[in-house]
């Protein structure tokens, strides 16, 4: 009843919602410019305005750089609270380099999609909640639930200040789920519901061979090249099968799920345009696993760097000294990143031949670094996430799903993201909180690059959904306790 | 007869040998540096000088550089003709960065040695020559063979204009048999005879993935990686005994002979302070052979630069759109390149993995070029050149034998190097010419290095050796033909 309400009331103010998403655009709020961190502050105070006039409690945290808006509303006696994380911040946008149609913060509204830099990526979908909140506020006197938001403006330089500041916030920050959309749906259409996301492990292998550079002809064959030792390795991590070759790697990945190979298979995906669109000859990776559940749910490890030796134009004889490579591991539930380093760790100590010495750590101080910097040892503590999984059976998934159906028209499909989301895992390692992730936007929004937009009716149904997800919440909670 | 008046003439010259030796040295014929042109050009007219003193008709040759020093005298009615190969440029020397303990072109004596840039490479062991012949033109009216001398000045600038030139002049340059005092002895007091060079063929290998770099945690899983498939194949070139896994690479290689394995396994080598000497924890290469072989007489196959992806420091999630390498083989009697070539070409088919494309070919813009540029097609036309070998059988490798056996004092030990020295080659493939390579220097001269010297001693040693092959081609010719 009262849902049906806030409902109404924000379909009466689609105009407004789209004058304010307008305001919010033209503010070129580009987190990474030094001369644009004023813009950044003009963004962050009129997300703290709208929120307070949602009526929260909201003021700006200071940090080293940019502000962190945080509000908060309390909930009503023995209901949860839903956090929210967006971000206010966007990505430069350089109208003559990248070649934007439109002056990137002059918003449009051109063939039902609003074109502006931000708009999907995140300002757009991240202000779909604040509505919904305002909403509830304006026409039922609040939500049925208890509401934080953390609406940050360092996402796109990394979120340097965002970990810190939850660490040290854990009793201010407490709720019982995180929502975040800041992602896409499948297809217009077809509205999604991410439930997981891989994990990731980033390291880096030196192989040392001779102190210093020696001639290829005076010394070849007497020491083992520290390059060819490299490739050796990495040749055998993985196997014929397109497997990792790492000792351990898959001994404790969950299986996938029948009714998720069901999903994926249902989902519209055309290999041969995927593989055409990025420009590959055939799409390869591990046997008997479709493309979507490849890059969705099973675990990677991928060369992201190599480098040894001379690279210039033409020839040089030259047997190199050292030779390195940086790679990293996509995880998935329930791979523990420190055990698989461990077993990567064991896998390089048999594999490379000898002759040579080698480290393996976080990643350095790349090629082009003094010799001293490269010869130092590399840190033990390589950069590591595990993956994360909302639960099937998890209430605040279900909610997710019901709000979603009812919002867009259209019952969610269930996808998984093969990258990860670093302020997700900053939420459950700090808060212990699972992440429903919602998103409105669209995979050809173009959001780091020109003409980004977003399509204004998702976004109005983004209104509604995140509005209903509050419902649906306070509902399964009351389900839950009676 | 003669032989010994010239002898005992060298004997009496030491203090005139020494002091011109000095004057050339002092002439800083840096051929890289372009303000030293002219001191470059001083050097070739010191050295027509003192050919024509040494009775040869001397010219300078223009090219689009440095000048060639060219001189003749025409050999006895049926004697055989020498020519002389040497350089007069030298090194750049920089006594600041370099660490000179004293100038680089201010030649000193001390301790048996002369210091000064140039001393060993090349201008003494190269005057050696120059002064032989005046010894047999002042103290016998000429030596009992012809005599041709072909002296530049810049092969420390990679001798671009000698090829073309020996090219256009074969009726001019045609001799019995080359003269090359551009290397060293095996150790003090163990002069050498070098009868073999490793020959060379230089390749790049490019292996194109996706048409853009794409984010690894997104895309991975989905398609090949380009630096896993290069790592793959790189990694296979090699078998587990340290053989080179290339298809037919060793089919027309020249065994090493009985004699030779004796004769390098006499040699004072000690594994463990070569290795020491070049920073690696062990020594490593084709099982079955001793570390001078596998550097001197067994071919290589080394990664000589290998890149892709992201070098930088720190991470980026990454899968790259390409990675490369640059290869090369040092080839021995009688490795065919093309045949070698052709073997690497079938080889990478059979072990590439699908989803990829590569190239082969000569090496290419370096791995910053453009991505045009990296994407264009290698040339199909590798640098690529034999091994030379000398026959034991020879009789000019046995005049140098006995001419270095006479002149040292002391029986020269056969060696070989690992490297290759384009002008031997040059001077075989245009006029079909076998070089002896007599080596008057000492591996610890510090060619290209601070404090660079020569042995006085050897230097006069030189000087008797190079006067005593005059001779010694002249009597095996005489023998060959009574």
């Known amino acids: 009843m009262r849902t049906e309400q806030v409902l109404a009331a924000i379909e009466r103010e689609r105009e407004r919602h789209e004058r304010e998403l307008v305001e919010l655009l033209r503010i070129p709020s580009v ?4 001369e644009r961190a004023q813009q950044v502050r003009r963004a962050a105070e009129w997300v703290r305005r709208a929120l307070a006039d949602a009526g929260c409690q909201a003021r700006l945290v200071e940090t080293a750089r940019h502000p962190i808006v945080y509000a908060e509303r309390p ?51 991240m202000l779909a909640w604040v509505h919904a909140a305002r909403a509830w506020h304006q026409a039922a006197g609040g939500p049925p639930v208890g509401l934080k938001f953390v609406i940050e403006g360092e996402e796109e330089i990394g979120s340097p200040n965002l970990g810190p500041w939850i660490a040290a916030h854990r009793d201010l920050l407490a709720a019982d789920v995180v929502a975040i ?42 020491v083992m090249n520290p390059a060819t030792a490299l490739c050796r390795v990495l040749g055998r991590l993985h196997d014929e099968r397109g497997r990792v070759a790492v ?137 590591a996430a595990p993956a994360v999984l909302l639960e099937r059976s998890s209430p605040f998934a ?23 989301i670093p302020v997700v895992l900053l939420f459950k390692q700090h808060l212990g909180l699972d992440a429903v992730l919602m998103g ?14 977003l399509c204004l009716e998702d976004f109005h149904r983004g209104c509604r959904t995140s509005a209903l997800f509050f419902a649906e919440v306070a509902r399964a909670a009351g389900a839950r306790a009676g």
Chains 1, 2 share one sequence.
């Open 181 to 222: 959309s800041d992602m896409d749906q499948f297809a217009p259409g077809m509205p999604a519901l991410t439930y997981g996301l891989r994990g990731l492990l980033y390291v880096e292998l030196r192989v040392y061979g001779p102190a210093e550079d020696l001639h290829s002809g005076i010394y070849g064959g007497a």
């Open 75 to 125: 909930a009503p006696s023995g209901r949860p609270t839903v956090l929210v994380y967006g971000h206010y911040d966007v990505q430069p946008a350089d109208p003559e380099r990248d070649g934007w149609s439109r002056p990137p913060f002059e918003p449009v509204i051109a063939g039902g999609n609003i074109y502006a830099r931000g708009a999907s990526d995140d300002k757009g979908q």
């Open 398 to 420: 279900a909610a997710a799903a019901r709000a979603i159906a009812a919002g867009f028209g259209r019952e969610p499909v269930w996808v998984r993201s093969g990258g990860t």
């Open 247 to 383: 000792d351990g790697f898959y001994d404790e990945v969950r299986p996938l799920e029948p009714w998720e190979r069901e999903m994926f298979a249902a989902l519209p995906h055309d290999d041969a345009r995927y593989a055409a669109e990025l420009g590959v000859p055939a799409l390869v990776g591990e046997e008997g696993y479709s493309t979507l559940e490849r890059v969705w749910a099973r675990p990677t490890l991928e060369v992201n760097g190599l480098f040894g030796g001379f690279q210039g134009p033409g020839a040089k004889t030259v047997l190199p000294g050292y030779a390195g490579a940086k790679l990293s591991m996509r995880l998935v539930p329930d791979q523990d990143p420190a055990k698989v380093y461990a077993g990567l760790r064991r896998t390089i100590e048999r594999l490379m031949p000898p002759g040579v010495r080698w480290d393996l750590g976080a990643p350095g101080p790349g090629a082009t670094a003094s010799g001293a910097a490269r010869r130092a040892p590399l840190a033990q503590s390589p950069e």
């Open 440 to 453: 409105y936007g669209l995979p050809d929004d173009n959001k780091h690059g020109p003409d980004e937009k």
């Open 31 to 34: 987190s990474t410019e030094p």
